[in-house]
């Protein structure tokens, strides 16, 4: 099972950027990335990338604004996160599954994920 060291949430100003990371130790999954919940939205994508690094996915909601990118010698993922909005407020998790990284990521069925960092954006 992997285990999961996320950082880089906190409060920001609507407009700012944050950068989020992800180190998956024992990963073996074919997809890597990051779903956010609230308690008012639930689950939401957000992003994932593939064993490709062209192989990326976005929820529409964050298209434009987020972008997903990974250090392979590090063995980390990042997202950045630019422009972000009061409802880009959520705890956001890192997670790899055995699938590919395609629309399916938005649908929750996760293999496994992390505990999580919290974003909390102002108005």
């Known amino acids: 099972q992997p285990e999961f060291a996320e950082s880089g949430g906190g409060l920001v100003q609507s407009g700012g950027s944050l950068r989020l990371s992800c180190t998956a130790s024992?990963?073996?999954?074919?997809?890597i990335g990051w779903f956010r919940q609230t308690p008012g939205k639930g689950h939401e994508g957000v992003a994932c990338?593939?064993?490709?690094?062209?192989?990326?996915w976005y929820e529409d909601p964050v298209k434009g604004r987020f972008t997903i990118s990974r250090d392979s010698a590090k063995g980390t993922v990042y997202l950045q996160m630019n422009g972000l909005k009061p409802e880009d407020t959520a705890r956001y998790h890192c997670?790899?599954?055995?699938?590919?990284?395609?629309?399916?990521w938005g649908t929750g069925a996760y293999d496994y994920w992390g505990p999580g960092t919290q974003v909390t954006v102002s108005s």
């Open positions: 990338i593939g064993r490709s690094d062209t192989n990326t």
């Open positions: 997670a790899v599954d055995s699938y590919a990284c395609s629309g399916t």
């Open positions: 024992g990963m073996g999954g074919r997809s």
